[in-house]
């Protein structure tokens, strides 16, 4: 899929150019994943994919069958992207790095070690779950 399309090379080539990700590389990105968990859908973002998804299958279905929503793919993209900057960075001589946990996809937890930002806000949007009781 990578190699027939130009724009998707490209988005992903620039990972780690900069420390963060602009809306476009991460639109081209949504794309990505949108036609990788449905060739044949029109959906451009996650969300609408998720819910296309889960209305065509009438709520039977699981979990990993979906693809992630939106902001738990902008804290994985900006992981990803992160840890390819630094590698980019990997010959520097004393690079300057960002701290993980400054809007780069990564949190502190309670005990001071650094965690995984899985997601920042709610997975699904309200009216999701007054569609799934209406379905019942």
Known sequence: MIRSNDTFQ??????GREWSVTDEMFSTLEKFACSMYSCST?????NDLRYEIFRSRNADVSSGQLPPCKDALQQHTKRANYQAAI?????????TIPDATDGNGWKMDEDGQIGIEWITGAPAPDSAFIDVMQMC
């Open 42 to 46: 029109k959906s451009t973002t996650v």
């Open 10 to 15: 490209e988005a992903f080539s620039l990972l």
């Open 87 to 95: 590698w980019r960075r990997s010959l520097e001589n004393s690079p």
